[in-house]
């Protein structure tokens, strides 16, 4: 998996950039979840100034995510990893990554002690900010792009408010990335992150039965990072350390087999489209959802279920060893 973004400089607060030699900064502000194609937007729209103004490209963002603390019995499912979050920022030319503590209290400032407390004091200069055109901050979402903007003309730095990302399904949003998981559209999350959904984790021992009944070999999947999507069968690609595979994965509770009476758990099993069997316990993989193939079925027994699985498989060669498909599948994953 290697997403590598040890050059970037992270730290919780601006006025330690000045530990690492940073004296002018444009940030681009926002949670950030899942860098889809809006948020891209607004980071390039950091880098054009940080290049016209010579100064330090970066990013202000908010950990742990506001609404897990804001709404902490129903907080959103992460579409993915901080690592591989700063990984793609390091990718796209970040050089620094703030981090700030969201608490209760951090979210009962107002806008402007927002920005005298956590952007414009301390030896760190800023020079300019860019978010997107809708984006709020403050104590009940009081401050806006006016009074941003306000602020910006009187202190005597750019603010630069980013269009939102707009197409015929309306704007593209991290809320309707996982409206779209949760239905098991992966293309059209892909769609709107400019990149493949994934969900990473460590491979753990699975029930035997895939192999030796269904003669069909998975790698079963312990996620820890990333919005599953809905239950069914996918087209998809696995990625191990520098590796990459096409595989069929299936997500769901195993109704063929009584779900094992282990109550319904959900379980991710990868079977990997290549020669051989490579040993995989308890390496780290990531996968990238390309198609769903079909939903979760409930067999009449294990042997039609095994028929049903080479017809799977067929599918899920067909879509991976499409042209589109293979256009589109970058080293980044399922970037």
Not at 17 to 23: K, P, Q, S, T, V
Not at 219 to 238: K, S, T
Not at 283 to 297: C, D, N, P, T, V
Request: with cysteine; glycine share 8%.
């Amino acid at each position: 998996m290697n997403w590598n973004s040890s050059e970037l400089i992270c730290c919780d607060v601006p006025a330690k950039l000045a530990d690492y030699g940073i004296r002018d900064v444009v940030f681009a502000i926002g949670t950030f979840d899942g860098l889809h194609r809006g948020h891209v937007a607004v980071v390039c729209a950091m880098l054009e100034e940080s290049r016209r103004l010579n100064a330090t490209p970066a990013v202000l963002t908010f950990q742990p995510h506001p609404r897990a603390v804001l709404t902490p019995d129903n907080p959103p499912p992460l579409l993915m990893s901080r690592e591989r979050k700063l990984s793609i920022l390091a990718s796209l030319g970040v050089r620094a990554v703030v981090s700030l503590p969201f608490t209760k209290e951090f979210a009962s400032l107002s806008p402007e002690d927002f920005l005298s407390r956590c952007l414009l004091s301390g030896p760190v200069r800023v020079r300019g900010i860019c978010v997107g055109s809708l984006w709020r901050f403050g104590a009940r979402g009081a401050g806006d792009i006016a009074f941003l903007q306000q602020r910006a003309n009187e202190l005597g730095f750019i603010c630069r408010a980013v269009p939102e990302i707009r197409d015929e399904h309306g704007i593209v949003s991290s809320t309707k990335i996982r409206e779209a998981l949760a239905a098991g559209d992966v293309e059209f999350a892909a769609h709107c992150l400019g990149r493949r959904p994934a969900v990473s984790g460590v491979v753990v021992c699975g029930y035997g039965v895939a192999g030796n009944t269904l003669h069909c070999a998975t790698a079963n999947l312990d996620v820890r990072c990333g919005m599953l999507p809905a239950n069914g069968v996918y087209a998809a690609f696995a990625v191990v350390g520098n590796e990459r595979f096409p595989a069929v994965v299936n997500i769901g509770v195993a109704p063929t087999f009584d779900s094992y009476g282990n109550g319904g758990q959900v379980r991710v099993e990868a079977h990997l489209l290549t020669d051989g069997a490579p040993d995989l316990y308890g390496k780290e993989m990531a996968l990238g959802f390309a198609a769903r193939i079909r939903g979760e079925h409930k067999f009449a027994s294990p042997e039609e279920l095994a028929v049903r699985i080479q017809e799977d498989i067929r599918l899920a060669c067909s879509v991976l060893n499409s042209n589109e498909q293979q256009s589109s599948a970058k080293e980044e994953l399922i970037s």
